[in-house]
């Protein structure tokens, strides 16, 4: 099995940074896509950005694009997503998942094979 533990949340001013970061334990880590989802209150999950098990191509979805960075270091077991100019509806539980071998999937959160337990991120005003 493969677990997963998210950190960095935290509370955070508009404009500000977050550094969110994900550990891994067991099998198969640095052989699958991961990526970070996240769910704001009464709103479904959704898709933040996902990276390839190279780490040579990533994924961002439209309302981050520019303002966060995903990463991952192999070696370590460890997964990123910095997050910079922070804007109130960044406000979300943040999860980080892996297990998905199909690039084309990798927005699909039921695709994923193992997820964290979440990391709150909140943004104010």
């Known amino acids: 099995q493969v677990q997963l533990v998210e950190s960095g949340g935290g509370l955070v001013q508009a404009g500000g940074s977050l550094r969110l970061s994900c550990a891994a334990s067991?099998?198969?880590?640095?052989?699958?896509?991961m990526g970070w989802f996240r769910q704001a209150p009464g709103k479904e999950r959704e898709f933040v950005a996902a990276?390839?098990?190279?780490?040579?191509?990533?994924s961002y979805a439209d309302s981050v694009k520019g303002r966060f960075t995903i990463s991952r270091d192999n070696d370590k077991n460890t997964m990123s997503l910095q997050m910079n100019s922070l804007k109130p509806e960044d406000t979300a539980v943040y999860s980080c998942?892996?297990?998905?071998?199909?690039?084309?999937?990798?927005?699909?959160?039921?695709?994923?094979?193992?997820w964290g337990q979440g990391t709150q991120v909140t943004v104010s005003s």
């Open positions: 998942a892996t297990g998905l071998s199909n690039w084309f999937l990798r927005n699909k959160p039921l695709m994923y094979h193992y």
């Open positions: 067991g099998r198969t880590f640095s052989s699958t896509i």
């Open positions: 990276i390839s098990s190279s780490a040579i191509t990533t």
